[in-house]
């Protein structure tokens, strides 16, 4: 039987409210305030505000705009495990939308508290091996992000460190136990292959505060022919400065991972930039604010590499750069 008259005229407006239905409730959802919680396990510097301020940046561009629909909260944990955990608890219990982790250890402080918020990890060397994700490209749970180091670097350190100190005969890898203890393995394979297939001796040397970091980079000078591949974990990003300058004074080479170090008196670097790498978080953050789920999202890979050598340090080392290593920096410090 045809719809007539007033009963017609009502089931157009119910149809069209249902369509309209999906709009309206996008719309209401999109209107809340999110919750975004960033727990970073480095001393707060304007290096490391960068890296956050450069998510926050990409976020506005996305249409996140503090203040308006979202709220964003950063914790600085300056490297200090009993820190990161206290924060995590804290985060949990203002119950964000999603929480952003700085490194390794900040990421496993955050899991050890919550298994349902979405958490996006960025600097995290080894997900896979820390058991934070089942798989990069299927990563489970409700964590995922982006991996800015893989572990063949771990060897090409090594070789950058004897093409530019032909004369290393021992390279010893430095790192802090108590916050890269997660990921360090990760290194190991490739970094002792190299050193085997090179001649030179591959050491291990755990360094847990100032005092013990400086009997290792000393140890070095004592022999002769010592150089150092320096793990970037919390504590020796937070202490570049230190490093770089213990190096030159004890008159050691050494390669590092992120361009900062270079910067301070660091004699090479070779990584991803983390500036980068917290720009691509962004865009994660917006799909799963928007409904995506952590577990859709595969952990992402770096996508580019830079080299950048001190060419003032080198000159300070006593060492002449191959013109051929020179060629291949993406930046050269004089």
Do not use: C
Not at 221 to 228: D, H
Not at 271 to 288: H, K, M, T
Not at 292 to 320: D, H, M, W, Y
Request: hydrophobic share 45%.
């Amino acid at each position: 039987m045809p719809v007539r008259g007033t009963n017609r005229r009502a089931l157009i407006v119910a149809l069209g409210s249902s369509a309209a239905w999906p709009v309206v409730a996008w719309a209401q959802q999109t209107e809340r305030v999110r919750r975004i919680g960033v727990l970073m396990a480095f001393a707060e510097s304007d290096e490391t505000q960068s890296w956050v301020a450069a998510f926050r940046e990409e976020l506005r561009k996305l249409g996140w705009t503090e203040g308006s629909n979202s709220n964003i909260d950063t914790r600085w944990a300056t490297a200090d495990v009993t820190s990161m955990q206290r924060f995590a608890k804290e985060f949990v219990g203002l119950q964000p939308d999603l929480i952003l982790t700085g490194s390794t250890p900040a990421t496993s402080a955050m899991l050890q508290q919550t298994r349902t918020i979405p958490i996006i990890f960025v600097m995290v060397a080894d997900p896979v091996g820390s058991g934070f994700v089942e798989s990069l490209p299927r990563p489970g749970g409700n964590v995922t992000g982006f991996t800015p180091i893989e572990g063949s670097l771990g060897g090409k350190w090594v070789e950058l460190l004897k093409e530019i100190a032909p004369r290393v005969a021992r390279v010893t890898l430095l790192f802090n136990p108590a916050v890269a203890t997660l990921f360090v393995e990760g290194y190991l394979n490739s970094f002792k292959a190299a050193a085997a297939s090179l001649g030179v001796e591959a050491i291990l040397a755990p360094a847990h505060d100032m005092s013990e970091l400086e009997s290792v980079i000393a140890a070095q000078a004592r022999e002769s022919n010592g150089g150092l591949v320096v793990i970037p974990d919390a504590f020796t990003i937070g202490h570049r400065a230190e490093i770089a300058l213990l190096a030159a004074r004890y008159h050691v080479p050494a390669v590092y991972t992120f361009r900062f170090f270079t910067e301070v008196g660091g004699l090479l670097s070779y990584g991803v930039n983390p500036l980068s790498e917290f720009r691509r978080a962004a865009s994660y953050a917006d799909r799963i604010l928007k409904g995506a789920r952590p577990s859709e999202l595969p952990v992402q890979a770096p996508v580019k590499f830079e080299l950048v050598i001190n060419l003032k340090t080198a000159k300070a080392l006593g060492l002449t750069v191959p013109p051929t290593l020179l060629a291949r920096a993406d930046e050269v410090i004089e």
